[in-house]
């Protein structure tokens, strides 16, 4: 079946550093990859997507792309902050089916 | 905030009991989604409602039942509580079915401890 895989935490970096949250799915067909975070406390909010091989979805300075030939959806940020720290879900929905998440990736900014 | 609603925020009680978990969707969506974040089986989808019917269905124990009302508010059942049945229950909305590639908006969850 479909499934989600996501590098595991937690991840602690410093202010200003370079982030990968490394992702990679199984799928039949083609998926829709999206990049969800759930700040403390909070549900889970959309932070980008992509429906197509070699779509780059961004937001708020995150970017990831759609890599078919690999499978895969890495998110970056070139300068983190604090008030990214958050966990990270990376997740995949086929046409007409559920959303299939991986098993999201905390990560820590200090300052 | 994303215009889903969820009620209520904390619930705690204890094993064997009923409870009943309330999401409003935001304006104008059709489909309600409810999951469950719990630590050791991470984000599971567990069912699917579209305008009043059960459109899809996930890993929902039959102990659990939901549905949706006239009005697009849905309600998660969950009945003769388990210690494992503790997690976090969000609920979603989208605009139509699900069969497009519709966005999901979450709620804020409902944390459920039964003790």
Same mark, same amino acid.
């Given at each position: 079946?479909?499934?989600?895989?996501?590098?595991?935490?937690?991840?602690?970096?410093?202010?200003?550093?370079?982030?990968?949250?490394?992702?990679?799915?199984?799928?039949?067909?083609?998926?829709?990859?999206?990049?969800?975070?759930? %700040?403390?406390? $909070?549900?889970?909010?959309?932070? /980008?997507?992509?429906?197509?091989?070699?779509?780059?979805? &961004?937001?708020?300075? !995150?970017?990831?792309? %759609?890599?078919? $030939?690999?499978?895969?959806?890495? /998110?970056?940020?070139?300068?983190?902050?604090?008030?990214? &720290?958050?966990?990270? !879900?990376?997740?995949?929905?086929?046409?007409?089916?559920?959303?299939?998440?991986?098993?999201?990736?905390?990560?820590?900014?200090?300052? | 905030?994303?215009?889903?609603?969820?009620?209520?925020?904390?619930?705690?009680?204890?094993?064997?009991?009923?409870?009943?978990?309330?999401?409003?969707?935001?304006?104008?969506?059709?489909?309600?989604?409810?999951?469950?974040?719990?630590?050791?089986?991470?984000?599971?989808?567990?069912?699917?409602?579209?305008?009043?019917?059960?459109?899809?269905?996930?890993?929902?124990?039959?102990?659990?039942?939901?549905?949706?009302?006239?009005?697009?508010?849905?309600?998660?059942?969950?009945?003769?509580?388990?210690?494992?049945?503790?997690?976090?229950?969000?609920?979603?909305?989208?605009?139509?079915?699900?069969?497009?590639?519709?966005?999901?908006?979450?709620?804020?969850?409902?944390?459920?401890?039964?003790?």
């Amino acid at each position: 079946g479909d499934s989600v895989t996501q590098m595991e935490g937690p991840v602690t970096l410093s202010e200003e550093a370079f982030l990968t949250i490394n992702c990679t799915y199984t799928a039949t067909g083609y998926p829709s990859l999206f990049w969800y975070v759930q %700040y403390p406390g $909070e549900g889970l909010q959309l932070l /980008l997507k992509a429906t197509k091989a070699d779509d780059k979805g &961004s937001n708020k300075g !995150f970017e990831a792309t %759609y890599r078919k $030939e690999t499978t895969s959806f890495h /998110l970056e940020k070139g300068s983190v902050q604090v008030s990214d &720290s958050a966990v990270y !879900f990376c997740a995949l929905r086929r046409r007409g089916d559920k959303v299939i998440f991986g098993p999201g990736t905390s990560l820590s900014v200090i300052p | 905030d994303s215009g889903v609603t969820q009620t209520p925020k904390h619930l705690i009680t204890a094993t064997g009991q009923r409870v009943t978990l309330r999401c409003s969707p935001r304006s104008g969506d059709l489909s309600v989604y409810w999951y469950q974040q719990s630590l050791d089986q991470g984000l599971q989808f567990l069912i699917q409602y579209y305008n009043g019917e059960e459109r899809a269905k996930g890993n929902i124990l039959e102990r659990f039942s939901a549905q949706q009302f006239p009005d697009l508010h849905s309600e998660l059942n969950l009945s003769s509580l388990e210690l494992g049945d503790s997690a976090l229950y969000f609920c979603a909305s989208s605009v139509a079915d699900g069969a497009g590639k519709d966005e999901q908006f979450f709620g804020p969850g409902t944390r459920l401890t039964v003790l």
